[in-house]
């Protein structure tokens, strides 16, 4: 089953701008984790936040938490054409020790 | 290159047949999971294995059976195959223990399809 869900499924954008993604979870988590699929490839992992963080960045990447609204965005920022490929958000709970994988956005940057 | 080797890229069978799936984890993780991502049905977590035993399962279909071995290498057997399972096949490996994933790295995929 789906834990988390993102929104928009599709994302197109011009080089340059900005590119902002949800995601949102039904239940509490240890973590949430983004990650990067480009066409058919393995996923890239890009990030990770962990319950009681609430903003982390890295590079253009910027993530946010809101464990209240069980929700997370992922702004890539000064996109480039290379950016295009799908994003994915992923969370890990309780003990489980597995990651659940939303369905995804896929977001295109047109140079 | 994310050091997880995953082993055939492709593979095209038919109905009814077995396969088996490799994957070689990064070297020193003890952990390796496997999902399996089709157009309809997203990326779904199947099973992960810790150090040669079983730590979770997911939405692993009984025709579906999964071993690590004392190298560490696991494999994903697929058996009495129906068209519905064509789809990538991800293993994924972590240096953590289940509980506390942490990072997952991905192999480039098993593309399995089913005629």
């Known amino acids: 089953s789906q834990q988390g869900e993102e929104d928009p499924q599709a994302l197109s954008i011009q080089e340059g701008e900005n590119a902002t993604m949800n995601c949102s979870y039904k239940t509490s988590i240890n973590n949430l984790q983004w990650y990067r699929q480009n066409s058919g490839r393995g996923l890239v992992h890009l990030i990770l936040?962990?319950?009681?963080?609430r903003e982390k960045h890295s590079g253009r990447l910027r993530v946010t938490l809101d464990t209240s609204k069980k929700s997370s965005s992922l702004l890539i920022t000064a996109s480039r054409a290379a950016d295009t490929a799908s994003y994915f958000c992923a969370t890990e709970r309780g003990s489980q020790g597995n990651l659940i994988f939303g369905k995804g956005t896929k977001l295109s940057v047109k140079p | 290159d994310s050091g997880v080797t995953q082993t055939p890229k492709h593979l095209i069978t038919a109905t009814g047949q077995r396969v088996t799936l490799r994957c070689s984890p990064r070297?020193?993780?003890?952990?390796v999971y496997w999902y399996q991502q089709s157009l309809d049905q997203g990326l779904q977590f199947l099973i992960q294995y810790y150090n040669g035993e079983e730590r979770a399962k997911g939405n692993i279909l009984e025709r579906f059976s999964a071993q690590q071995f004392p190298d560490l290498h696991s494999e994903l057997n697929l058996s009495s195959l129906e068209l519905g399972d064509s789809a990538l096949y991800f293993c994924?490996?972590?240096?953590?223990?289940?509980?506390?994933?942490?990072?997952?790295?991905f192999g480039e995929g098993s593309r399995l399809t089913v005629l």
């Open positions: 994924a490996s972590s240096a953590k223990p289940g509980g506390h994933t942490g990072e997952l790295f």
């Open positions: 936040i962990r319950s009681n963080e």
């Open positions: 070297s020193g993780d003890l952990s």
